[in-house]
């Protein structure tokens, strides 16, 4: 069956420019989440959605990263006047949300953004 | 084992032996672990999960044991092979409250020779 798609791939942006990732979970799954990879470095919280309710924001680094979950599926990530230090891997990842909380994540292939 | 700054400890093993990766958590009161293995450029992918009332789970080739007493959780891969290569974290799942709490480790690299 599908996995979690993302795109795109990889993204190469100039310093100040606003970036858009996408992510689609698997069909069904409620929860949704975005993680930050750097280079040699576990996974970074960002943010996590469950249903309907309020999105939980607690790892996002600072107000230029937002995201938004339309219609209970697909999310975006954004990233404005992006910096240097946002070059990183971004993963997306899902769950099913019966848990009411973390839950075994399925993850997508990521977007690889570098920012010159 | 955990990391330190931007290197990640790195385990090599011949092909055809059997490895074990092994991860120090940090919560006592975590209910439930997952180790999750992560080719290079992609993302992280399931491997085998183990709850806290169990101290060890089987699937094909891997064994995952949990030593609660000691906060200790291993990863056994049987015959290793190259395709095995990757990075092994694990991840630490606390429920309760709301949500309850999420840690992942940093992982270990995993070199297998031919």
């Known amino acids: 069956g599908a996995g979690v798609s993302q795109s795109p791939s990889n993204k190469v942006t100039e310093k100040g420019k606003d970036v858009e990732l996408r992510c689609d979970p698997i069909?069904?799954?409620?929860?949704l989440y975005w993680y930050r990879q750097s280079l040699g470095q576990g996974l970074e919280f960002l943010i996590y959605?469950?249903?309907?309710?309020?999105?939980?924001k607690s790892g996002l680094p600072s107000d230029r990263f937002s995201a938004e979950r339309t219609g209970g599926s697909v999310s975006t990530l954004t990233i404005q006047r992006t910096q240097q230090e946002d070059s990183a891997v971004y993963l997306c990842?899902?769950?099913?949300?019966?848990?009411?909380?973390?839950?075994?994540?399925?993850f997508g292939p990521g977007t690889r953004l570098l920012v010159l | 084992g955990e990391s330190v700054g931007l290197h990640l400890p790195t385990l090599s093993v011949q092909e055809g032996d059997n490895s074990i990766i092994n991860c120090a958590y940090s919560?006592?009161?975590?209910?439930?672990f997952i180790w999750y293995k992560q080719e290079s450029g992609k993302g992280p992918q399931f491997i085998i999960d183990?709850?806290?009332?169990?101290d060890k789970r089987q699937g094909q080739r891997v064994t995952v044991l949990l030593n609660k007493t000691v906060k200790h959780l291993s990863l056994q891969i049987a015959a290793t092979q190259p395709g095995d290569s990757a990075v092994y974290f694990c991840?630490?799942?606390?429920?309760?409250?709301?949500?309850?709490?999420?840690?992942f480790g940093k992982g270990t690299k995993l070199s297998v020779k031919p």
């Open positions: 990842a899902s769950s099913l949300g019966l848990a009411g909380g973390w839950e075994t994540q399925y």
């Open positions: 069909s069904g799954h409620t929860a």
């Open positions: 991840a630490e799942i606390e429920y309760g409250g709301s949500q309850g709490n999420l840690i």
């Open positions: 959605f469950q249903g309907n309710s309020a999105p939980d």
């Open positions: 183990i709850r806290s009332n169990m």
């Open positions: 919560n006592s009161a975590s209910d439930y």
